[in-house]
Nanobody
């Protein structure tokens, strides 16, 4: 099982980025997918999650209305569209796969497979 995240970079506050995460080695459409982030010196935190079919999305309060998670099961890819970015969004962003159900969508310990992370830096 492999997850590869990309699309990070440096952007000014108020700008946008789109992260992508491509999966291989398993049946992508049977897993919940999530995005987490980890800022320097802080714990890894839930950002957004999406159900297997894409019909349900879940967000952390801090990103609601600014970030949008989506998936394309035909392409084995999950996306995170990031708009109105703030300096506090600066972190390494990780995608992850969860076979344990939507009840645990916000809990990082329930995710079994992780991508390598992609750095997002938002300048003020």
């Amino acid at each position: 099982v492999q997850l590869q995240a990309f699309g990070g970079g440096l952007v000014q506050a108020g700008g946008s980025l789109r992260l992508s995460c491509t999966a291989s080695g398993y049946t992508f459409s049977t897993y919940i997918m999530g995005w987490f982030r980890q800022a320097p010196g802080k714990e890894r935190r839930f950002v957004a999650g999406i159900s297997e079919s894409g019909s349900h999305q879940y967000y952390a309060d801090s990103v609601q209305g600014r970030l949008t998670i989506s998936r394309d099961n035909a392409k084995n890819t999950v996306y995170l569209q990031m708009n109105s970015l703030k300096p506090e969004d600066t972190a390494v962003y990780y995608c992850a796969a969860n076979k344990n159900g939507s009840r645990w969508v916000r809990l990082s310990s329930k995710y079994t497979n992780w991508g390598q992370g992609t750095q997002v830096t938002v300048s003020s």
